[in-house]
């Protein structure tokens, strides 16, 4: 008896330590350490403008909507659903009503709920943004919203007249200027994002530091070492806080890219962009091979012209130097990065962008022909054209694709161009001046996934930046119209038109390459690729290592 | 002596008047400003800012209203680049972490250069002297932004002896202060060496040893102390120089120090800390260099001010 009791016993205890002992869940660990190139100059989400500020604003605060990281698609974030009006110039957003904003005090660990994250901080947030007091350079993304380019500029002085409202507590209601199908996703930009009235009427601009900084987003600020690091630490009262799984991420700032690569190399760093002249010995590595990624990056690298200026107020000049050099072969050979040529302004990623389309004309280099259009403009074998200088700012990674861009038109086409180049800011006095040069080179990143923000933003004769002091008529109205279109198929078709005159029959400028990111991730590091708005730390996972 | 001190010291007030005028002049000569965007503001709001900043004014009445706030508060003005910021915060923040820095790097070019120095002079065209030599034509040949990396790849990555890049603990002072420091102790090597070797040819070391004064006794307290004079000199500058911050060993370590400040707010055109910066510097430089000539006065008995 005393035996069969102990023998059942223990098979009871086995069965009980086996069940037990089962598949686990992963371990996880709690933190990383990134590195943001550089000090964020602030977090006052309508204030900040660059990559850090913007990538600590989406961690600490929370937009309307944000861009899914593998599709690019507008999704809820704030609100959960949105509608528009028929007439397409009404848009009503639904928030949600569990988020709230937070005080943390890092000398006491405390944690303080301050109140319900409502419409009217919404609403007060979009009207801070477009005042003209405070500057916030990232206003023009947003002059889709009625009256609002006229309150920034100071043609109207009352802030009520901005079509945003806060109809209740939880439902915020934007009227636009005309019909926009990517507005949601504008909505949901950093400088958009709700910010809090009582700690910024009572710090000014310190409201940001730790300490005096209310927040509502997945981290909340601990330590911020001016030009040393920021540490941010997980929001317990975060409304998906459950699902976030790394409690503290330490953001170190190295400028020096080699010097960060080295840190992740050494383990100090679990996430680090490939400086390109490592590109090569990374990719033979047969450990950092694996760890290699080429991300996406909603970027495009140009070459403008000066359409006012001799010899390329000439459209067939211009047509000529852009297929008169080999771009894969500078992408082989000068950036080894897995850039793509580019045959459009707007690279693949963005909303009604032919990029991809392989029936719309690539820009292959053809030397036979190029030489055929310039002397169907009047200059036979590259006589008789004017001094033609290329511009860039001053870097050594402009110099060296100015220099191959250079070589080639030589071989090519048989013209000699010189090279100048000046630093940024007075390079951008040059290039916006009276004076533009001739050629000059410049990059544009997307603010928003969608054509609006690359053909109309940055060429549209009057509404947008038109740095190549150009005009055409039909593709004016073809970027105006892709804007107000509701049709998703009618805007890629006017889209396409307008890129088809911008690049390829006007050839007003040339698209050189799409760009990418190169970076190595520690193979713990379950993570995604944000091309748009920061990376979504709050989403990944580390594992124990 | 106090009444030269204080009277180099009330000199220092008209140079740094001359220094901030020229340094207000040349800074608003040159194109681009505070507010140059690579997406250009709307004029309205580029206004704004202006005003905010008191731009908006004639500039003969920015600059005396800049140095009356300097004069009165001790307020160098805010950050253009960085909202919420003051030049004093920067100052506040960064300069004691450069000062650190620069310390240290002075220590080490001092305890490496020094003796160095001595050791190739005495033994003057031996084994001991090509090595010593060889070390500092090596220390002031390698640039700082070779020598950097250099140190990061065989001690940090290599050898895993110290952490690659930040600053805050013992062990990550280090290798900015080898790099900083290598390139000094190679100047003040050479000229150490030089300096001796002219001075133990002198009638009073004969004398010294004459006397039947041991050969330590002799190098050190009557050698080393006039030899050290063209040394005390270039010390002068080179503390200046290290303290207020070296942009290259700052970029390269991740360093926050002062450094960045000094190239960044040209760059950013943010006048505020542009001036701040060199008004720094020159204090600095003007400091160091009267620490510099008080010491003759100790090196060397002959020299008296008055």
């Given at each position: 008896m005393n035996k069969r009791f102990l023998l059942v016993s223990l098979l009871v205890i086995l069965a009980m330590v086996f069940t037990a002992c089962g598949p686990k869940g992963e371990k996880l660990a709690t933190s990383i350490n990134m590195n943001c190139l550089s000090e964020p100059p602030t977090h006052d989400p309508n204030l900040a403008t660059d990559t850090t500020s913007v990538q600590n604003v989406h961690l600490l605060y929370l937009g309307l909507t944000q861009f899914d990281a593998k599709t690019n698609e507008t999704i809820p974030r704030l609100a959960t659903k949105w509608e528009v009006s028929s007439d397409g110039l009404t848009w009503k957003f639904f928030l949600r009503k569990d988020a709230v904003w937070v005080h943390y005090d890092p000398a006491t660990k405390k944690v303080t709920e301050k109140g319900p994250v409502t419409a009217y901080d919404v609403e007060y947030s979009v009207k801070r943004m477009f005042d003209p007091v405070t500057a916030s350079e990232y206003a023009y993304v947003g002059?889709?919203?009625?009256?609002s380019q006229k309150f920034n500029t100071g043609e109207i002085t009352d802030p009520a007249e901005v079509g945003v409202k806060a109809l209740d507590a939880y439902t915020v209601q934007f009227t636009v200027e005309e019909p926009a199908g990517f507005f949601p996703g504008i909505a949901g930009m950093w400088f958009m994002n709700p910010v809090p009235r009582e700690p910024i009427e009572k710090f000014g601009d310190k409201w940001v530091e730790p300490g005096n900084v209310w927040t509502c987003g997945p981290y909340m600020m601990e330590t911020w070492e001016h030009s040393n690091k920021i540490i941010m630490v997980k929001n317990p009262k975060y409304y998906d806080a459950k699902n976030v799984t790394i409690e503290k991420i330490t953001w170190y700032m190295v400028n020096e890219e080699s010097t960060a690569f080295a840190m992740y190399e050494n383990g100090e760093l679990d996430v680090c962009p490939v400086p390109s002249a490592d590109l090569d010995r990374v990719k033979a590595d047969s450990v950092l091979s694996k760890e290699y990624y080429q991300a996406p990056n909603l970027c495009t690298y140009y070459y403008g012209f000066n359409n006012t200026k001799p010899p390329f107020d000439n459209k067939l000049v211009r047509q000529a130097f852009s297929i008169g050099f080999d771009r894969q072969k500078l992408i082989d050979t000068v950036l080894k990065g897995g850039q793509r040529p580019a045959k459009t302004f707007a690279c693949p990623g963005i909303f009604g962008t032919p990029a991809e389309d392989p029936n719309f004309p690539a820009l292959t280099l053809d030397a036979a022909k190029a030489k055929q259009l310039l002397a169907d403009a009047g200059?036979?074998?590259?006589?008789?054209?004017?001094e033609i200088t290329i511009m860039y700012n001053t870097s050594e990674g402009h110099k060296r694709i100015a220099e191959f861009i250079q070589q080639q038109w030589k071989e090519n086409l048989g013209v000699e161009v010189k090279l100048a180049n000046q630093e940024w800011a007075t390079y951008l006095k040059t290039v916006y001046?009276?004076?533009?040069?001739?050629i000059f080179r410049l990059g544009w990143c997307a603010d928003y996934p969608d054509e609006d923000n690359w053909v109309r933003a940055v060429f549209h004769s009057t509404k947008g930046e038109n740095s190549i002091k150009w005009s055409n008529a039909e593709f004016d109205k073809a970027a105006a119209d892709g804007a107000s279109a509701s049709d998703p198929a009618k805007r890629k078709e006017l889209y396409a038109k307008a890129e088809k005159i911008l690049a390829?029959?006007?050839?007003?400028m040339i698209p050189i390459y799409y760009y990418t990111r190169n970076v190595c991730t520690k193979p713990y590091v379950e993570r995604t690729y944000s091309a748009l708005g920061g990376e979504q730390i709050e989403n990944w996972k580390v594992k124990v290592h | 002596m106090l009444r030269y001190i204080i009277r180099r010291l009330l000199w220092t007030i008209p140079v740094l008047l001359f220094i901030s005028l020229v340094t207000f002049a040349l800074v608003h000569a040159v194109p681009g400003g505070p507010f140059t965007r690579e997406k250009p503001l709307p004029p309205e709001v580029e206004a704004n800012m202006r005003r905010y900043y008191g731009m908006d004014k004639p500039l003969p009445q920015q600059y005396l209203q800049y140095v009356a706030k300097i004069v009165t508060k001790f307020d160098f003005g805010p950050s253009m680049q960085q909202r919420g910021r003051t030049v004093n915060e920067i100052f506040k923040a960064h300069l004691p972490i450069s000062a650190q820095l620069g310390v240290l790097a002075l220590l080490v070019a001092l305890i490496i250069g020094v003796p160095l120095g001595i050791v190739s002079a005495l033994k003057q065209n031996t084994g001991w002297d090509y090595l010593g030599m060889s070390v500092a034509v090596f220390g002031v040949s390698v640039p700082n932004i070779v020598l950097g990396p250099l140190l990061i790849w065989i001690f940090a990555l290599g050898l895993g002896w110290f952490p690659v890049a930040g600053w805050g603990t013992p062990e990550k002072m280090v290798l900015p202060a080898l790099a900083l420091g290598v390139n000094s102790s190679a100047i003040i090597g050479r000229l150490t060496r030089a300096s001796m070797l002219q001075v133990i040819r002198e009638d009073y070391i004969r004398t010294a040893r004459s006397k039947g004064l041991s050969e330590r006794v002799v190098m050190i307290r009557h050698a080393l102390k006039n030899a050290f004079i063209p040394v005390a000199t270039i010390l002068g500058p080179m503390f200046a120089a290290l303290v207020t911050g070296t942009f290259v060993v700052e970029q390269i370590f991740a360093i926050p120090g002062m450094g960045k400040y000094f190239i960044t707010s040209v760059t950013n055109r943010d006048y505020p800390v542009v001036m701040g910066t060199a008004l720094l510097y020159a204090v600095f430089l003007v400091i160091a260099n009267l620490a510099v000539d008080i010491t003759y006065a100790f090196l060397d008995p002959r020299i008296r001010y008055t």
């Open positions: 002059y889709i919203v009625k009256n200059y036979p074998d590259g006589k008789g054209l004017p001046g009276p004076d533009t040069p001739q390829i029959d006007e050839a007003a | -």
